[in-house]
């Protein structure tokens, strides 16, 4: 596992023998699609069937990573590996000058980004390690729009890394850690740790470095990926008692952060993302190898896997269902 892999990746029902099929499978949701598009700096917007509709926004100078849209206001947050994150009206219009909104503990990048059901905003930053502490920032909603907010809560916690943010059923904000192999949730309220799924986790084999992380549609049972194994796990037993077992395999790697919709769990993949940024510095690199990466959709009652989305993505990381 290379160290520059780890700093872009910025996610009983039997794997062997999944059919992967490769054609679009249309998506539950009848709203297009954004996908953030790291090495094309923008966001790609597409049907809700996997076709390419054409850019939605571009991101400047930055590479976008994680994406949320506000049930409140229909605008979107961007997260671009920097303590910056970028906020785009709901047709794609740009909120102020590449933007000022930034986390407080810069220049420790925000990692996520999600809305609780308040219309709040939580960030949390991606470092844990060599100094840094992962730390959870939750933003009014009346504040977003603002230049640069301030943060209402901010929760520091002991975990390596900092990846995809969810909230769960009860209302905790839930952080998948890469580095650290787990997923944790705190209660919104507090900031105390709520749970730590790592004894769960612990019994799928290989153990996953999860970036990504969704709940089922009933919001109780915790799907994760494993970046570096192409491989989609689910809680099998009852939410928070496990375990957790192996529903998806064969997908390309890295993966990255994961949307749940409709019955689906959209899964984008960087594909050869250590080959191409090996032995050079992140977005410093230049980078020949010119294949579209990939958006897989895998079927969470039965494994099946499909590939969504082929063409006009370099670099994915998290895909949005437009409202």
């Known amino acids: ?51 390419w509709l054409g850019e939605f926004a571009g991101t400047g100078p930055y590479a976008p990573v994680a994406i949320a849209q506000s049930k409140v206001t229909g605008a979107y947050f961007v997260t671009v590996g920097t303590g910056q994150i970028l906020r785009y009206t709901s047709t794609g219009s740009q909120f102020g000058n ?15 980004v999600v809305f609780d059901k308040s219309g709040n905003l939580w960030v949390d930053s991606y470092f844990g390690t060599a100094g840094y502490t992962v730390v959870l920032y939750e933003y009014a909603a009346a504040s977003l729009s603002n230049p640069n907010p301030a943060p209402i809560k901010t929760f520091s916690t002991t975990l390596p890394r900092g ?23 705190f209660n919104a309220s507090t900031g105390v740790l709520a749970f730590d799924y790592a004894t769960e986790i612990d019994g ?24 570096y194994d192409g491989q989609i796990s689910i809680e099998t037993g009852p939410a928070h008692v ?25 899964v984008p993949s960087w594909n050869n993302a250590d080959n191409r940024y090996l032995n050079c510095t992140y977005y410093a690199c230049v980078d020949y190898d010119f294949t579209p990466d990939i958006v897989y959709s895998v079927n969470i009652t039965t494994g099946t896997v499909t590939k969504f989305i082929t063409r006009h993505i370099y670099g994915p990381a998290q895909l949005v269902f437009m409202m």
């Open 1 to 51: 596992m290379s160290t520059n892999s780890r700093a872009f990746s910025l996610v009983a029902v039997v794997a062997a023998g999944i059919t992967l099929l490769t054609f679009a499978h249309p998506a539950k949701s009848q709203a297009d699609v954004l996908v953030t598009s790291g090495e094309s700096h923008s966001i790609e917007r597409f049907t809700n069937g996997g076709v």
């Open 242 to 266: 496990g375990p957790m077992a192996v529903l998806a395999s064969g997908l390309t790697v890295d993966t990255n952060m994961v949307t749940l919709s409709g019955g689906y769990l959209y």
């Open 98 to 112: 590449w933007d000022t909104l930034h986390i407080p503990n810069s220049p420790n990048p925000a990692a996520s």
């Open 163 to 185: 990846d995809q943010l969810a909230i769960d059923k009860t209302g905790n904000i839930c952080v998948s850690s890469f580095i650290g192999q787990t997923v944790q949730c």
């Open 204 to 227: 799928i084999s290989p153990r996953p470095e999860p970036v990504g992380l969704a709940f089922n549609p009933a919001n109780n049972k915790l799907l994760i990926d494993s970046f």
